[in-house]
């Protein structure tokens, strides 16, 4: 199992939208994200920011994360027009992976 911690930021004018959608999923997306090996899947916001965490207990996450992305495509147009890549974020990366810095069970 390998621990996510991802952020991107928020469109003020579409944060409540965002957190609509987000209290009840679709259906298929809570599917996908099972099916894709992804556990303890969590969003947080703050300050303009998203913050998510998940747990990954495939052994192939970039295919994964492609079937992920397949299998929610019609709700990803719903979602990223809300969202802004940080800064930081490297080439072509949506959500900014992070550095995780501290962990205990």
């Known amino acids: 199992m390998k621990r996510y911690g991802k952020v991107i930021k928020i469109k003020p004018e579409k944060l409540d939208y965002y957190k609509k ?21 969590s969003i947080y916001f ?14 192939n996450y970039d295919a994964d994360m492609r079937k992920m992305s397949e299998m929610t495509k019609e709700w990803l147009k719903e979602t990223n027009p809300c969202q802004v890549p940080v800064e930081t974020a490297k080439k072509g990366e949506w959500w900014a992976e992070m550095e995780e810095v501290f962990h205990t069970d």
């Open 46 to 59: 703050r300050d303009g920011y998203l913050y998510s965490y998940y747990e990954y207990i495939g052994n």
């Open 21 to 41: 959608l987000h209290a009840e999923p679709w259906p298929e997306v809570i599917k996908a994200i099972n099916e894709c090996n992804v556990r303890n899947f």
